[in-house]
């Protein structure tokens, strides 16, 4: 008994020592952002502290401790669950909205608030079970422990632990998802997510366990081997980062030499993301610089045919005036949404803050619009869109609509050449309003995801290829272009949709002097196949062209990149930069 509360004691006092140091951090990251000291360090810290809280409301699970203790352990439990799956949904909110200050308020009232909470609640519970003089006798029988249990377990309690296992056990088909290339959309949320979900499996295993109040039992058993399982499971990303970086390093140097990071001049490095991953930048994600930006610029207007209600419009992002020497430089770049070419369109549903971060970096940002086809009947995916579009209403001002389903006025019988054309008609616009756009032609990259992806590249490919100056401006000098999950071997669905061969296999228009490439692609994407981009890179080597690189994220699933700072986009966004900043 002696030897069990000293052993408490010293777990109390370290998790008492690591909330407050996690807890001091969070108002320095706040602060100080990817500029933050010793990011790798005070981050395995925070981990440690959540870990060690997990721990010891589990260790103080009705054994030597009052009930005082008890309550502010459950206290604990509860607040960590609802944080780790607030903290996701209020990054993503706060990365959709275009108003700066607004996204600072919503990143820090729903995302760092939370967090605080969580280690200011774990230091007082920590310091409670230190100081906890209960004179609590431990049962020594597992007859005594039956008892116990049977008593505790009045009808109210019995409903709660039935209500949180029923929670529980989802987390096997979350795991399932995580693991697997699971074709639905849920996929989308699990990834990038996971270490959120880490914590919260576990934590409600333990509010289990406390209201049965017997872990050594059967049943007590299997619900924490369940609870931490699915902890093990979910941190698999986490612990995949090191060989991530190692392998993407590797790539890097094979690519573009040894020296690469050399060719980058100090003054435009010293601006670039410091870390290449960081935990506190993962859980709390990161306040957009600063930017200008204007919505619904139009490009276009349809006056007959299929295309007579057709509006194209597109939103403008560029560099505050008096922002010299910035990485980018005034270089443009061009982001196409995705949505299976069917739904989608520009701003939130097209990673916005991507759109914020490169602009306060020097870039002047296009995401434009261009024609959805009802030649498809994906109905399931639109209606599924329009919905979540209906439940952003909780946005703030101008986010009310997150635009992920399909306007209206987007929507009509467009073909991939159609769409093309669409793209060709912003080439055309852009060239003749560079100066006021301010905005270069000579150094331009092009980029967007899945169909997006799939768009970009045959955007790219095509302009610099010289054999499309009919369609697309040939002002424009292509840089470079980063695809992410490029659905470029989507052939039957491509093929309903309609178009020329070429942009239906975009492989076709690889040359040997194609512009470098740099491509996200998730090894567990249920919805375009690792080996998409597989293939893709050695149809570039088959042409005599080594400029292309494919960053493959263990365990990232379609679209993981939505989450600003999740796992998989800061990685990416670490070598993205770097890319553009070697070949603008």
Known sequence: MEQNSMFRNLMAGVAFLLNTISACYIIIFAFLQDGAPLQTLFGL?????????????????GRGVSSRVQKWGSAY???SIIAMLIMPAAGFAASSVYDRPTAVVLTLVAVYIPFLAVFLIGAYHSWQTRGSTAAVRELSSEGTNTNHAEIILTGRKKLLIIVLTFFLFPGFFTAFILLSRYPGLLQVVVSPCALFFAFVFPALAILILKLYGSPRRPFGLTITSIGFILMGIFMLPLFAVPSTLRHIEEDFSSTFGENWQEQ????????????????PGYFLGYFPGNYNYRKDILFYEGSAGAEEELKLYFDHFSPLSGDGNLPGDGSTIIRIHGGAWVVGDKGPSNMLQMNKYLASLGYTVFDIQYGLTENVDFLPL????????????????????????APEHLRG?????????????????????????????????????SAGGHLSTALALAISGGDHDHLFNPDLQVSGYIPFYPANRATSFLEMIGGAEEWINVESLVRPDSPPCLIFQGTNDGLVPMET?????????????????????????????????????????YYMERFMALHR
């Open 533 to 573: 981009a597989k293939h893709f890179k050695e149809r570039y080597a088959e042409a005599g062209n080594d400029s292309c690189v494919v960053i493959y994220m263990p365990y990232a699933a379609h679209a993981a990149d939505y989450l600003f700072g999740g796992y998989y986009n800061q990685i990416f966004l």
């Open 382 to 405: 639109t209606e599924l869109y329009n919905c979540i579009d209906k439940a952003a209403g909780i946005l703030p001002g101008e986010s009310a609509s997150l635009s992920l389903g």
């Open 45 to 61: 810290l925070i981990l440690a502290a959540l870990l060690m809280n997990i721990f010891l409301a589990y260790v103080n699970i």
């Open 77 to 79: 439990l509860v607040v």
């Open 413 to 449: 019988p467009y073909t991939l050449d159609d769409m093309m054309n669409h793209l060709g008609i912003f080439t055309d616009y852009l060239a003749e309003n560079a100066d006021e756009l301010e905005a270069s032609t000579e150094s331009v990259f092009i980029s967007g995801g």
């Open 264 to 279: 980058i001049p100090p003054v435009i490095s010293s601006q670039l993301r410091k870390t290449r991953f960081s935990l």
